[in-house]
């Protein structure tokens, strides 16, 4: 009952359209890659998921993970189609070419991150930690250890998994009790337990590399005492060749809500030989390489799972016969109307899409601005780009995960009660959906990470790569008379954010629970701003394209722009509101009232 076709046109229409695709191709390196490239790529891309990933997704929700003796097995097919999916190279896509990857810009892959997200989003989580741990290896790890561990990363014959949470440890990494004894060779023995490790263990390739935080003897307490090390499950001869096991095992796996596909691990370290990346006590910086990372493709996670949500909600809304129209029958010769007449029903189908296109948009231009700030050759320009992106990170990740959540939501809700049936598929991605904006940092994290971490950074200097854009833009359109109905309202929103921001900023200096209190809501506000100024570029372009061949496509992106404008962005308001209303409602309730 649930379908998905690759969302081609407008993955192209963002990267080519909205976002200058010249811009990736002015990269040094990146000379290559035309848009025509990208096209290909991801027709490709979506094709592989659509037919071998896809059909694997409720049947890896049934069946689940299963653990036996130490040993976890993925449910039926996985092997093969992860198999499948390293022959095609779709691992290789943004490793550097030294260590045998294709040195795609990683906007490319994030698309296809999407892509994998919709066909099978527990699927996506091996291969997706194996990328990230790549990144801080690359960034952390000596060369010989490069050498030794990265080609085989890349090619996907091995996978990554990241270490931090322990019983005792979750938000609070601080806490963390894993131990790290120094050797005389330079190596480290590792002992302790790790719990929730995604892909901790599984059976789809021959070795896993964890990226593990401990602590060496005598380390400082806290955050700075804090180590990274790369432990590999089989240990690693200087050749490459795979040796003795480690000391690596699994204790056992989580039955879980969702993503039952996706082993959830506790791995014990019993004495396993692991190797330092970066300095001694400062594995939060290094680590922080794969966080980033894994926070954007959790966004995309959302992303992914929303837009397969939507088409299953649009098409179920196309067939189900139920009641008729209020302007009066629609379908004669039927015995109902669809429910696609119903307003209600376009109200939920319209929220999915505005969300899901306008969240592509941000994506799209986080991703851009990521390779910037990796490939530019301008010292400035790649500083510029790394604040934008060290600044929308938080709400990549935060806003489009409940996005995610709320979009497979109201997809169950299309779907009536046949939603809440199992068989149906919907309810599974209900499920699916809900981790997202747990792990990686809780989405309430992410908030705090925004107002508290990058807003005040540098005197604001971050918020500068968003705050001039919007301003420049709403001034380049203000007499455009065409889109004064999408200028009006977001520049009343954006005035909201800039007045909560300053009074934040004000009053966070004097308590900050303040800022706390409000970071929630604030998160939310600078995202509903962000996509209202994507939307109104859409709709700038959907305007200009209004009688061309692709006429039903640029129209639905200026009316699903004023569906946004109209029904969404008001949110502000309250939002607004709320921010301003200050801590004490809730820092003064009394504890035992609880
Ligand atoms: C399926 C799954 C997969 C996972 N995969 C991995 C993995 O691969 N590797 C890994 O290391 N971990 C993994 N995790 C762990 C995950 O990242 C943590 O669960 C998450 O970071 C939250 O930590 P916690 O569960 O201990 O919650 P807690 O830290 O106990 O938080 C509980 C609540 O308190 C709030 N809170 C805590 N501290 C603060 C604060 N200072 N200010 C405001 N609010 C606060 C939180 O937002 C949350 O709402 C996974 C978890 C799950 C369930």
Known sequence: MTSYTTPLRDLLFVYSELLNPAVIQALPGYEEVTPELVESILAEAGKFCEEQLFPLNRSGDEEGCRFEQGRVFTPEGFKAAYAAFTEAGWTTLQGHPEYGGQGLPKYINIMLEEIISSANFSFGLYPGLTGGACSAINGYASEELKRRFLPKMVAGEWSGAMCLTEPQCGTDLGLLRTKAEP???????????????TAGEHDLTENIIHLVLARTPGAPKGIKGISLFLVPKISV??????????GVSCGSIEQKMGIHASSTCVINF??????????????????FVMMNNE???????????????????????????????????????????P?????DVRRMLLTMRAYGEGNRALVGWVARELDRSLRHP??????DAADCVALMTPIVKAFITDCGFELANLGMQVFGGHGYIRENGMEQYVRDARIAQIYEGTNGIQA????GRKLPVHTGRYLRHFFHPVKAYLEEKENDAGLLVFVLPLAKAFGRLQQATAWL???????????????????????????????????DLGIRNQDGDEAVFYRAKVDTARFYFERILPQTGALFASIMSGSSTMMQFNDEAF
């Open 270 to 287: 019993d004495a396993a030989q692991g190797y330092l990346l970066g300095e001694l006590n400062q594995g939060m910086e290094a680590m």
């Open 295 to 337: 926070r954007l493709a959790v966004g995309i996670q959302g992303l992914g799972i929303g837009e397969v949500a939507y088409q299953s909600a649009v098409a179920y809304a196309r067939e189900r016969l139920q009641g008729r129209s209020l302007s009066g029958t629609k379908h004669p010769d039927k015995p109902a109307d």
């Open 505 to 539: 900023a004000q009053k966070g200096m004097e308590n900050p629970e303040e800022m706390g209190a409000a970071a929630t809501e604030y998160l939310r506000l600078f995202a509903l701003v962000a996509l209202g100024y994507l939307w109104l570029r859409m709709a």
């Open 378 to 383: 301008d010292p400035r320009s790649r500083r």
């Open 237 to 246: 001869r200087d050749d490459g060749k795979l040796a003795a096991p480690n």
């Open 339 to 343: 429910i696609l007449v119903h307003p």
């Open 448 to 451: 705090l990470d925004l107002i």
């Open 183 to 197: 050797q005389q060779d330079g190596s480290y023995l590792l002992s302790g337990s790790k719990m929730f490790i």
